[in-house]
């Protein structure tokens, strides 16, 4: 396993880890070809920012390395848009690609001072929630305390959105097909928006409405 990651932020053992150095001239797209030449079995590159990297990379991906990178969008959905907007072929794009996964991290409510609350119906009509769901959602936040430091929440949990590709998919990427369409075909086959996923924890009374407005607004 090679790393290429602008800066190295955490030592992990067994694996060999590269930093970008741009006034030496070691970029993520240098980095990429040098670590190709040791015939790795992984690869990651901490962030693919330009078309050079994401060729190098869709290419390695293509040769059967497994390569894990990551972008900056706000969904999966985005994904496409970005590699799209750098340029690169939608079919070999489509063939290297295995899945993508957006995460967004929730403040956790309080376990002291949390409490339940009714929201209000302008907060169950922003997320086109009916009154039914009041029964099967635990609406708790915290009203603030000593070991929160009265922000009503302690910790943080992860939520993703997870899209795994299948034929279908690939051929609506190679057919430049609108977004609209994948999104169709995503959901029908199991994807969870990142609304959905953050709903989960509403319901178990982990966080709040509030909160996943403030992580999802631009999902």
């Not at 997320?127 to 099967?136: I, N, Q």
Request: hydrophobic share 40%; net charge neutral.
């Amino acid at each position: 396993i090679i790393t290429i990651e602008d800066p190295v932020e955490y030592q992990l053992p067994g694996v060999l880890q590269i930093p970008v150095n741009d006034k030496k001239g070691l970029t993520f797209a240098r980095g990429l070809r040098s670590i190709l030449r040791h015939d790795p079995d992984k690869i990651m590159v901490g962030e693919i920012r330009d078309r050079e990297t994401a060729e190098i990379a869709v290419q390695s991906a293509l040769t059967g390395h497994l390569v894990l990178t990551t972008v900056h969008a706000n969904n999966v959905f985005d994904v496409f848009g970005r590699f799209t907007h750098m340029g690169i072929d939608p079919y070999a794009f489509a063939s290297a690609l295995n899945g993508i996964w957006a995460q967004r991290l929730l403040r956790v409510n309080c376990a002291r001072c949390s409490e339940p609350y009714a929201p209000s119906d302008a907060e169950l009509e922003r997320f086109a929630m009916a009154a039914d769901d009041l029964a099967r959602f635990d609406f708790r936040r915290g009203s603030g305390c000593g070991d929160c430091r009265g922000t009503g929440y302690r910790g943080r949990k992860a939520v993703a959105e997870i899209l795994n590709l299948n034929d279908e998919l690939r051929e609506l990427i190679i057919d430049k097909r609108p977004i609209r369409q994948l999104k169709e075909v995503a959901y029908r086959n199991g994807t969870r928006s990142l609304t959905d996923a953050a709903l989960r924890l509403v319901a178990g009374g982990e966080t709040t409405l509030d909160e996943l407005r403030r992580v999802t607004l631009s999902a």
